[in-house]
C-alpha cells in the first residue's frame, strides 16, 4: 500500500512558465518530506524538502507547499528551464523514522 | 569527493546465478540503504543498515541478502537470481539526525536477469 502518491507521471511544460508537481500522502505520522530530483543514468538528488510545522519552504526557482490538513504537497519550479527536465520524486519521512517512503515519480519535460 | 560509489555499473545474469553490488561511501554515514526501481514504482526499500553489523528487512526483502562488515560498505547479494529482480538498483546512505536529513545516493547497477 503505497503511503505517498504522485498521481501526474508526466508534466509538460514551456521554458520560462511554472511548472507545478503535487503529491499526496496518507500516513499523518510524517513530520518531514522531502522532493529529490533524477537525469537518466544518475541517481536521485535531493532538492528541497519542509518539515510539518511549516507550509512552505523556499530554495530559489523551488518552493514547496505543504497542506497538512488535506496530506498534500506540491513543488513549484518557476521560471522552468530546459536542465530541470527529468524525474522528480516526493518522499516522506516520520520525525525519527530511518527510512523514506517514495512516490513513483513525476517526469518533467521543459519544452524550448 | 566521491559521495556514495555502486560497483558495478551494469551486469546481465542468467537466471538462478548468483552475485553481489557493492556500494561504498566514504562520508562517514551511520545509515545506508538498497532501493530498486522499477518503471511506474518508484523507489522501494529493499534491505537497510543503522550501523556497521546491523541489517533490517525494507519493504521488498525477498530474495536478497545484505552485509554491512564494515561502516563504509552495504553489500547486496542475490543468491539464486531470477527475471523478476530485473531492475535498476540504488544505494543510498545518510548521516544520523531526524528523519528530514536527506540520503544521498549511488548512479544504480542496471541489473538485468535472462
Known amino acids: 500500500d503505497q503511503q505517498v502518491k504522485q498521481n501526474s507521471p508526466s508534466l509538460s511544460v514551456q521554458e520560462g512558465r511554472i511548472s507545478i508537481l503535487n503529491c499526496d500522502y496518507t500516513n499523518s505520522m510524517f513530520d518531514y518530506f522531502l522532493w529529490y530530483k533524477k537525469y537518466p543514468a544518475e541517481g536521485p538528488t535531493f532538492l528541497i524538502s519542509?518539515?510539518?510545522?511549516?507550509d512552505k519552504n523556499e530554495d530559489g526557482r523551488f518552493t514547496v507547499f505543504l497542506n497538512k490538513s488535506a496530506k498534500h504537497l506540491s513543488l513549484h519550479i518557476v521560471p522552468s528551464q530546459p536542465g530541470d527536465s527529468a524525474v522528480y520524486f516526493c518522499?516522506?519521512?516520520?520525525?525519527?523514522?530511518?527510512?523514506?517512503?517514495f512516490g513513483a515519480g513525476t517526469t518533467v519535460t521543459v519544452r524550448a | 569527493n566521491a559521495g556514495v560509489t555502486q560497483t558495478p555499473k551494469f551486469r546481465v545474469l542468467k537466471t538462478g546465478q548468483s552475485m553481489t553490488l557493492l556500494c561504498a561511501q566514504d562520508?562517514?554515514?551511520?545509515?545506508m540503504y538498497w532501493y530498486r526501481q522499477d518503471p511506474g514504482m518508484g523507489l522501494r526499500l529493499i534491505h537497510y543498515s543503522v550501523g556497521e553489523g546491523t541489517t533490517a528487512k525494507g519493504e521488498v526483502p525477498d530474495g536478497y541478502n545484505v552485509s554491512r562488515l564494515k561502516k563504509q560498505n552495504f553489500l547486496l547479494g542475490l543468491e539464486s537470481a531470477a527475471p523478476s529482480q530485473t531492475s535498476v538498483y540504488f544505494c543510498?546512505?545518510?548521516?544520523?539526525?531526524?528523519?528530514?536529513?536527506?540520503?544521498?545516493f549511488g548512479d544504480g547497477t542496471r541489473l538485468s536477469i535472462l
Open positions: 518522499a516522506a519521512s516520520g520525525i525519527n523514522d530511518y527510512k523514506l517512503s
Open positions: 543510498a546512505s545518510k548521516s544520523t539526525g531526524t528523519g528530514g536529513q536527506p540520503q544521498h
Open positions: 519542509i518539515s510539518s510545522i511549516k
Open positions: 562520508m562517514n554515514h551511520e545509515y
